[in-house]
C-alpha cells in the first residue's frame, strides 16, 4: 500500500492523465470542468505562484475543493469546511458477482441527480457520469441504488457515489454495484480504491466486508478564495 503513490495525489493524477480532456489548467493549478466535478489540484507542495494561479482559475470569492491535498494555502483563504476521510484500496482479484445492474448514461443523468438528491452520497453533478462507468439496479423501472467510476491516478480506478434509495435498503444492491465494478476494474489490470467519510461507519464496514483496507487518513478540505487577491 506505501508503493502506492499515485494515490498521494488522486485529483492532479487524474487531470493530468486520463481525465485530461475533461480538465481546465491556469499556470500550475487545475480543476476539472465545473460541470463534471469540483476538485482542484495543486502540487502537494505548491509555490505562491501556484495558489495564485488556482484563484485566476476559480475565481475570486469562490470555494477552492482541495479534496485530500494536504497543502496549505495562503492564511487568507477563509476555511469553508474540513472533514476527516479515509482513503481505502480494494483487492487486487475478484470474481465478480453477476449482479442484476444497468450501465448508465446521459440519457440516465435525471434520475441520476434525483437518486443522488434523495440520498446525498457526495458531490455528483451533470457531466460527472463522464468521469467513467456508472451502474446501477432498478426496480419497477425505478433507479433505486447505484455506484460508479470517478477519480483514475494512473493503475487505480475510484469506486464512488454509492447510494441507494431509503426503501430500497437492506437488499445487498451496494454490495452488488460495488462487486461489479470491482470486477471490471480488476479485469483490465487496475486496482480499485475509494474514498469516505470516517463518520461513514456503516460504509466503511461494508467496504471492509468486500475487502477494502485503509490506506491512510484524508481530510477534505475546501477554502474561499479572497475577493481581493
Given at each position: 500500500?506505501?508503493?502506492?503513490?499515485?494515490?498521494?495525489?488522486?485529483?492532479?493524477?487524474?487531470?493530468?492523465?486520463?481525465?485530461?480532456?475533461?480538465?481546465?489548467?491556469?499556470?500550475?493549478?487545475?480543476?476539472?470542468?465545473?460541470?463534471?466535478?469540483?476538485f482542484?489540484?495543486?502540487?502537494?507542495?505548491?509555490?505562491?505562484?501556484?495558489?495564485?494561479?488556482?484563484?485566476?482559475?476559480?475565481?475570486?470569492?469562490?470555494?477552492?475543493?482541495?479534496f485530500?491535498?494536504?497543502?496549505?494555502?495562503?492564511?487568507?483563504?477563509?476555511?469553508?469546511?474540513?472533514?476527516?476521510?479515509?482513503?481505502?484500496?480494494?483487492?487486487?482479484?475478484?470474481?465478480?458477482?453477476n449482479?442484476?445492474?444497468?450501465?448508465?448514461?446521459?440519457?440516465?443523468?435525471?434520475?441520476?441527480?434525483?437518486l443522488?438528491?434523495?440520498?446525498q452520497?457526495?458531490?455528483?453533478?451533470?457531466?460527472?457520469?463522464e468521469?467513467?462507468?456508472?451502474l446501477?439496479?432498478?426496480?419497477?423501472?425505478?433507479?433505486?441504488?447505484?455506484?460508479?467510476?470517478?477519480?483514475?491516478?494512473?493503475?487505480?480506478?475510484?469506486?464512488?457515489?454509492?447510494?441507494?434509495?431509503?426503501?430500497?435498503?437492506?437488499?445487498?444492491?451496494?454490495?452488488?454495484?460495488?462487486?461489479?465494478?470491482?470486477?471490471?476494474?480488476?479485469?483490465?489490470?487496475?486496482?480499485?480504491?475509494?474514498?469516505?467519510?470516517?463518520?461513514?461507519?456503516?460504509?466503511?464496514?461494508?467496504?471492509?466486508?468486500?475487502?477494502?483496507?485503509?490506506?491512510?487518513?484524508?481530510?477534505?478540505?475546501?477554502?474561499?478564495?479572497?475577493?481581493?487577491?
Amino acid at each position: 500500500m506505501d508503493c502506492a503513490v499515485e494515490l498521494d495525489d488522486p485529483v492532479g493524477e487524474s487531470l493530468r492523465g486520463r481525465h485530461a480532456h475533461l480538465s481546465r489548467w491556469a499556470g500550475r493549478a487545475g480543476t476539472y470542468l465545473p460541470e463534471v466535478a469540483s476538485f482542484a489540484a495543486v502540487s502537494n507542495e505548491p509555490d505562491e505562484q501556484a495558489w495564485e494561479d488556482l484563484a485566476r482559475l476559480v475565481g475570486r470569492g469562490e470555494v477552492a475543493d482541495m479534496f485530500s491535498c494536504p497543502a496549505r494555502p495562503p492564511a487568507d483563504w477563509e476555511p469553508v469546511f474540513a472533514l476527516d476521510g479515509r482513503q481505502m484500496i480494494g483487492p487486487e482479484q475478484w470474481s465478480g458477482l453477476n449482479a442484476d445492474v444497468v450501465e448508465l448514461g446521459a440519457d440516465s443523468v435525471p434520475e441520476m441527480l434525483d437518486l443522488i438528491a434523495r440520498t446525498q452520497p457526495g458531490p455528483f453533478r451533470s457531466r460527472t457520469h463522464e468521469l467513467g462507468t456508472y451502474l446501477g439496479i432498478r426496480e419497477r423501472g425505478r433507479l433505486v441504488a447505484m455506484a460508479g467510476e470517478r477519480l483514475r491516478p494512473p493503475g487505480w480506478t475510484e469506486v464512488s457515489a454509492v447510494c441507494t434509495a431509503p426503501e430500497a435498503r437492506g437488499k445487498g444492491y451496494a454490495a452488488d454495484l460495488i462487486g461489479e465494478l470491482v470486477a471490471r476494474i480488476v479485469a483490465r489490470g487496475e486496482r480499485p480504491f475509494l474514498h469516505v467519510l470516517e463518520t461513514n461507519t456503516g460504509a466503511i464496514a461494508l467496504y471492509e466486508r468486500l475487502g477494502f483496507r485503509t490506506r491512510k487518513q484524508v481530510a477534505f478540505r475546501g477554502f474561499r478564495i479572497p475577493r481581493g487577491r
